[in-house]
């Protein structure tokens, strides 16, 4: 569902994010920041913007690296944060997340905002739960996440060297 922008969207008041070893799936998104409280505005999805078309042909060879960095912004339209992402495309997958991606309209523009389900404290991992077809859904569910030396997190991490962090805080 599309909802109208909110101000911290608009003015890009995001938390603080940091990239560390997952609890449950290669690297994750961890909150940085002290506290952040439900409906809090924690991250943007972003991304390059491509067609469903090119989206199937992506999709096709993510699947077979079973790591996905793909968001369906509408029927025609979809978000690939694989290579032009930033760090909330860590975030991994939960059917019990404490985020919620919203897609919000931000000055004639599509974006998605991920947000606080629930009260999140520093050093916790985020979750949001993805929409992806139902053989993906079953992957989670089994936990069959195939490894690839390009998407261990290492490469992505040496191109982008000033975005990631890699030390997890001590939630002490
Ligand atoms: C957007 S990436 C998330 C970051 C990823 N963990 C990494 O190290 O690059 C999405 C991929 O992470 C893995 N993943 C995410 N959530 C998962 C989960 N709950 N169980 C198993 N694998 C998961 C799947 O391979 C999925 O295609």
Same mark, same amino acid.
């Given at each position: $569902?599309? !909802?109208?922008?909110?101000?911290?969207?608009? #003015?890009?008041?995001?938390?603080?994010?940091?990239?560390?070893? &997952?609890?449950?799936?290669?690297?994750?998104?961890?909150?940085?920041? +002290?506290?952040?409280?439900?409906?809090?505005?924690?991250? /943007?999805? !972003?991304?390059?913007?491509? !067609?469903?078309?090119?989206?199937? #042909?992506?999709?096709?060879?993510?699947?077979?690296?079973?790591?996905?960095?793909?968001?369906? %912004?509408?029927?025609? #339209?979809?978000?690939?944060? #694989?290579?032009?992402?930033?760090?909330?495309? =860590?975030?991994?997958?939960? &059917?019990?997340?404490?985020?919620?991606?919203?897609?919000?309209?931000?000055?004639?523009?599509?974006?998605?905002?991920?947000?606080?389900?629930?009260?999140?404290? *520093?050093?916790?991992?985020? =979750?949001?739960?993805? $929409?992806?077809?139902?053989?993906?859904?079953?992957?989670?569910?089994?936990? /069959?996440?195939?490894?690839?030396? /390009? *998407?261990?997190?290492?490469?992505? %991490?040496?191109?982008?060297?000033?975005?990631?962090?890699?030390?997890?805080? &001590? +939630?002490?």
């Amino acid at each position: $569902m599309i !909802t109208c922008a909110d101000i911290s969207l608009q #003015r890009k008041l995001y938390k603080q994010i940091l990239i560390a070893e &997952s609890d449950v799936a290669g690297y994750g998104a961890f909150l940085g920041s +002290s506290v952040a409280y439900p409906g809090d505005l924690i991250a /943007e999805y !972003t991304g390059e913007i491509i !067609t469903e078309e090119e989206a199937d #042909r992506r999709g096709r060879l993510y699947d077979k690296q079973a790591c996905s960095y793909l968001f369906n %912004l509408d029927e025609e #339209r979809c978000v690939d944060a #694989r290579q032009f992402g930033n760090k909330i495309r =860590f975030a991994n997958h939960s &059917s019990k997340p404490n985020c919620v991606p919203k897609i919000k309209l931000v000055n004639g523009d599509y974006r998605i905002g991920i947000y606080a389900k629930q009260a999140i404290f *520093q050093g916790d991992e985020l =979750f949001f739960e993805y $929409m992806y077809d139902a053989h993906q859904r079953q992957q989670f569910v089994n936990n /069959e996440r195939v490894d690839d030396s /390009e *998407q261990d997190g290492l490469i992505i %991490l040496k191109r982008f060297p000033d975005n990631y962090i890699l030390v997890r805080p &001590s +939630s002490d």
